[in-house]
């Protein structure tokens, strides 16, 4: 591949993030992002038992529930959802686009495989609405499981690139993250109330 062709390449990507760069970057967005799915498999459940098996039309299931999760988003995030080319619904937010869908077993959305899925899932800096809005900011899905039992599980954030999984963030994470923020900034305070009372021992003997 010639130089120019890989800077062309280079430049046609959206901006590259790590894991640690998201959660630092969604701070306060990733948290409520896994309470607004919560609610959403929550008003699921509540609804789905209204309409029995037997009278459910084909992907009734998956398409309450991304109801479901358009509306908890709607509701959490007011000023941050918009519908995108193809009516896809989009949480933009802290400098990310993050798409909402089912994934499989290697934690990759099920997507009907497409042109338009396949730059999506390579970072590349295409137009996801009708103008250039957001072409360079990274593009993230939430994504979940369902269990044989059908029962929705393993709720995470997933970053694609290259046509492969680079990283996900858990509920967990995102926990473990607010916890050590929390202690660092215990810590720090602790440190601030400590050195005035060294300085005034120091006068003292002095």
Same mark, same amino acid.
């Given at each position: ?5 890989? =800077? ?62 358009? &509306? ?17 619904? @989009? ?19 099920? =997507? @009907? ?70 202690? &660092? ?13 060294? &300085? ?7």
């Amino acid at each position: 591949m010639s130089a120019n062709l890989r =800077n062309q390449n280079v430049k046609s990507k959206r901006r590259i993030v790590s894991s640690e760069e998201c959660k630092k970057d969604l701070q306060k967005e990733l948290q409520l992002m896994f309470t607004a799915f919560g609610q959403a498999v929550v008003n699921y459940e509540n609804e789905i038992i209204l309409t029995p098996p037997e009278s459910r039309a084909r992907a009734f299931e998956a398409s309450l529930l991304n109801s479901k999760m358009m &509306q908890s988003i709607q509701q959490n995030f007011p000023h941050n959802w918009k519908f995108g080319k193809y009516r896809r619904f @989009i949480l933009n937010v802290g400098g990310y686009n993050v798409f909402f869908k089912k994934l499989n077993n290697k934690d990759m959305p099920m =997507n @009907i495989r497409t042109q338009y899925a396949s730059a999506i899932e390579n970072q590349q800096q295409m137009s996801l609405f009708d103008d250039s809005f957001g072409i360079t900011e990274p593009i993230v899905f939430f994504g979940y499981k369902k269990n044989k039992l059908g029962e929705i599980i393993d709720s995470k954030l997933v970053y694609i690139d290259e046509g492969k999984v680079n990283w996900t963030i858990t509920n967990d994470d995102v926990i473990t993250t607010k916890e050590f923020v929390l202690q &660092q900034n215990s810590n720090s305070s602790n440190l601030l109330s400590v050195r005035p009372e060294i &300085q005034k021992r120091k006068k003292a003997s002095s």
